[in-house]
Every structure is written in C-alpha cells, then in structure tokens.
C-alpha cells in the first residue's frame, strides 16, 4: 500500500477508536493492534498521538469545508443554507463531543483552540447568510452582527463537553434547543397568549 493508504488506514484507526474512548484513553499499542502493524510502523508516518489528533481535526475541517461549498451549491436560500448546514454539523459533530473533544479541551489546549477558532470562523459566515435573507424579504430586520454574536456566545457556553456532561445533554440536543430558541425566541405566539 503507498504511503497516503497507510496514512488514511491509520487515521481510520485512531479516529474510531478514539471517538469512542476519547483521547487519553487510547495508546499507539491499540492503534497499531487494530491494524496489525507495529507501532514502529505508525511512527514512520505520525510522530505522535499528538500529531495523529491534529490531523484527525484537519480532515474534520475538510470534510466540514467540502460539505459548506455543496450546500451553497445545491441551495440558494439563506435559510435553507443555514438548516442543512446545521443538520450536517450536528451529525458530524456530535461523536466527536462524547469523548474525545472532553479530552482533547484538557490534553492539547491547543488544538481545542484551534478548533474552537474553526467554530467561530465557520459561524460568522452565517451572518452574510443573515444580511442576504434579510435584504431578500425572508428573514425580519435585525442586527446581523449581534445575530451572529448571539449565537455564537451560546454556542461558547452550550456546546462545550464540560457544560454537556454537567447538564447530562446531548451534543444533538443542545444544538437543536439552542437553534431553536436562537431563531424562534422564548416568547410564544402572542395569538397564543
């Protein structure tokens, strides 16, 4: 096999597994078991697990990317954008809150500030997303910027892996309360009332 395969056979690997146990559980021995190979072997790849976690978030990244520039291929409506962006996110996102992530925010700040960078990055597309829907009739005049800071100050304080074990939520659910109460508000229809 060349040396890309070996390379995306190992990260299969670690990803799986450490998904599953998070970050601190998991040893380059188990990597390397899964595979059948030595763990000299994964080292002529990897200098580290460290290094191994890193890339695993680069191909995170990428698979998010390559998802964004479908969808705003697909879609034309800012709404719709933004929900099918949301539903893949949540899919995608939510096995890496169960373990790993927790791990990750306490093992290598660095990475976890790197993602939550990513984060930030990919929502504040979202208000560009806002000031279209907004200037074509679809959403109702607010402050984009604060729209975007709104949620993406939720986002800081909901989806975190610490708040999620305390609360014993969800990264599915708190992401849907949280879209939910973002777009809808708490008020209720004031027919209603």
Do not use: C
Not at 53 to 60: D, G, N, P, T, V
Not at 95 to 105: A, G, S, T, V
């Amino acid at each position: 096999m060349n040396v890309d395969g070996n390379k995306e056979k190992i990260l299969n690997a670690a990803e799986k597994r450490m998904l599953r146990f998070g970050y601190r559980k998991v040893a380059m021995d188990e990597i390397a078991s899964d595979l059948a190979m030595s763990k000299n072997t994964i080292y002529k790849y990897f200098q580290s697990k460290e290094e191994i976690a890193s890339m695993l978030f680069e191909r995170l990244r990428n698979r998010i990317n390559e998802n964004q520039i479908k969808i705003e291929k697909t879609f034309k409506n800012p709404l719709d954008i933004i929900k099918n962006n949301i539903v893949f996110l949540q899919k995608e996102l939510s096995p890496w809150f169960e373990n790993f992530l927790p791990d990750i925010k306490q093992e290598l700040p660095q990475l976890w500030a790197n993602f939550v960078s990513y984060r930030k990055e990919k929502i504040l597309e979202v208000e560009e997303l806002i000031k279209e829907g907004i200037k074509n009739g679809q959403f109702r005049k607010v402050n984009s910027f604060i729209a975007v800071k709104m949620f993406l100050g939720a986002v800081n304080e909901i989806i975190n892996p610490e708040v999620l074990q305390h609360e014993s939520i969800s990264f599915q659910e708190a992401l849907e309360g949280l879209l939910d109460i973002w777009a809808n508000g708490i008020l209720r229809n004031r027919k209603d009332i």
